[in-house]
Nanobody, 124 residues
């Protein structure tokens, strides 16, 4: 099965940009729906966005227009470009891989393989 490792998190100021990477091994990312989720302190894990196996993307309302997910097949990675970061974006960010036949790709229930998470902290 596929293994996922997130990287690129850190401490930034409000208004800054940050780029997260999800490196996959074992299976091509192009054979999965690739989702990004985040979990802020005291909150439940929430959907951020998805890069579907067929290239279609979708984003949560809270990040649409600021965040962009892309896929690099040659590097077998999926990235999350985050612009205009806000204090409310502070969270642990996770990438996940789900079966392309899943009908729940807007929910964490549609993903079976998860990375370890990377911390993003936005300060004022």
């Amino acid at each position: 099965q596929v293994q996922l490792i997130e990287s690129g998190g850190g401490l930034v100021q409000a208004g800054d940009s940050l780029r997260l990477s999800c490196a996959a091994s074992g299976r091509p990312v192009s054979t999965y729906n690739m989702g990004w989720f985040r979990q802020a302190p005291g909150k439940e894990r929430e959907f951020v966005g998805i890069f579907r196996w067929n290239g279609i993307t979708y984003y949560a309302d809270s990040v649409r227009g600021r965040f962009t997910i892309s896929r690099d097949i040659a590097k077998n990675t999926v990235t999350l470009q985050m612009n205009s970061l806000q204090l409310e974006d502070t969270a642990v960010y996770y990438c996940a891989a789900g079966d392309i036949r899943s009908g729940n790709y807007y929910s964490q229930t549609g993903y079976e393989f998860w990375g370890q998470g990377t911390q993003v902290t936005v300060s004022s």
